[in-house]
């Protein structure tokens, strides 16, 4: 089990890295494709079909684009799709939820001061939680309010406003948010899947057997791909969050990401204008600047439980286990020694004024509850506490990583 800790924290690190690959490859080929297509021109002597083009230059070669609206009179010999982009990004994604959020669901997941639940039930809401979205958005693109596509706009936004809120009934702060982007990318990701491909091979399959094919398809998955272009940067955003507990651990943690949808909204605004030759609206600028500076004044009211409440509070199961292991109250006091000035709730540490990473080492409940991470933190390695800061012996690291062995 003591191996076991660290090759689960690498396993979780490999897929992270693969995760921010694959994504930073479909948001690049996704920004690149809209970009291309609002700034395609028309212009005289176009082959049939084909409704723009346009001339680019990268890596010391010219490039010639041109788009066929619907598609071209015969198939080209070779088609490169871009979809497994978006499908390993999803897959990483999933896995690494399942890792850090499933597999340590003790502590990333579940809150006990919000919602007395089981790691199952906890695990069952998150996974069934992420199809709900998609299940209704489809919905109601494939109804008459997908010919009202703002309309639509605002009601995915209200919908991920509810989401917003409900997660944040039930998860850790830093669990709501990252399941926001969850929710968020199921949909991306299930719009290039369930709609975007499919209507794609059904235009290459007319094209095969002489038929020709219907534009209704393109239209279908050109609209898919804006919701896309819209829902990206604020993904980003979620996917970040948590690293700053001023983002995930304040009383207004749900708000946050609910203002960082419309500035994903001004922020592409800006560049598709841009991009397709509309003028640069440099208002969404000063728009963008303003949601910023609200979230950040939102992020000041605190959330977290007093020291007294914590005290009062029945251990978890989880918790039971490491502070009825032998060795937890050498360990106990090692943490409280070197780490609690700055994991307090209330840091004593000159220029701190919320805990690090939201992390609060105080009651045995709060070091119990971290167990995991003080081991890795302060016993498998000496990420912490920062060399300049304190000097934590190698006794008391000894005794952290006794005290985690006995409890596994």
């Given at each position: ?29 996704s ?9 395609l ?53 999933a ?22 639940i ?11 939680s ?12 494939k ?14 936004f ?10 944040n009934?039930i ?6 948010l990252?399941?926001?982007g ?9 719009n290039?899947f ?9 235009v290459?399959d ?23 272009n819209?829902l ?11 690293h700053y ?16 949808f419309?500035?994903?909204v ?7 204008s841009?991009?397709?030759r ?19 004044w ?9 020291y ?5 509070r ?8 490491f ?8 360990a ?7 780490c ?17 990473k ?6 045995e ?26 000097q934590?012996?190698d ?14």
């Open positions: 089990m003591y191996d076991l800790a660290i090759i689960w924290d690498w396993l979780g690190f490999a897929v992270r890295w693969l995760h921010v690959i694959t994504a930073i490859a479909w948001i690049g080929s920004f690149y494709f809209i970009a291309l297509d609002l700034g021109r028309k212009v005289p002597h176009l082959p049939p079909g084909a409704s723009g083009e346009e001339w680019q230059v990268h890596g010391g070669g010219f490039y010639h684009i041109q788009k066929y609206l619907v598609a071209p009179e015969t198939m080209p010999d070779h088609l490169t799709w871009f979809k497994w982009e978006s499908y390993a990004t999803w897959l990483s994604g896995a690494l939820l399942m890792i850090v959020y499933w597999a340590g669901g003790e502590l990333f997941l579940l809150d006990p001061t919000k919602a007395d089981s790691l199952f039930v906890g695990i069952v809401i998150s996974a069934l992420l199809t709900i979205g998609w299940l209704i958005y489809d919905r109601l693109c109804s008459k309010l997908g010919e009202t596509p703002t309309l639509l706009m605002l009601l995915l209200g919908m991920l406003v509810v989401m917003s809120w409900g997660y009934q998860f850790t702060g830093r669990a709501a990252l399941h926001l969850a929710f968020t990318a199921t949909i991306m990701t299930a290039v369930f709609i975007i491909m499919p209507n794609q091979r059904i290459v007319d094209l095969k057997n002489g038929r020709t094919p219907d534009p209704k398809y393109g239209k279908i998955a050109k609209l898919r791909s804006t919701h896309n819209y990206t940067l604020p993904v980003v955003f979620l996917m970040l969050s948590n507990p001023l983002a995930f651990a304040t009383a207004n943690a749900w708000i946050i990401p609910c203002l960082v419309l500035m994903g001004t922020i592409r605004h800006f560049f598709n841009m991009h397709a509309k003028g640069t609206p440099y208002w969404t600028w000063a728009v963008t600047a303003l949601l910023f500076i609200a979230i950040a939102l992020s000041t009211a605190p959330m977290m439980d007093s007294e409440e914590a005290e009062a029945p251990l978890t199961a989880t918790e039971q286990k502070a009825a292991a032998t060795g937890f109250e050498d106990y006091y090692a943490v409280i020694g070197n609690s000035m700055c994991h307090a709730r209330e840091p004593s540490w000159d220029g701190l004024h919320h805990p690090p939201g992390v609060v080492l105080e009651t409940s709060d070091v119990a509850r971290h167990a995991k991470l003080i081991f890795l933190q302060a016993g498998a390695s000496h990420a912490m506490p920062p060399p300049n800061a304190i934590m012996d006794a008391a690291r000894r005794e952290i990583v006794q005290w985690y062995r006995a409890a596994t």
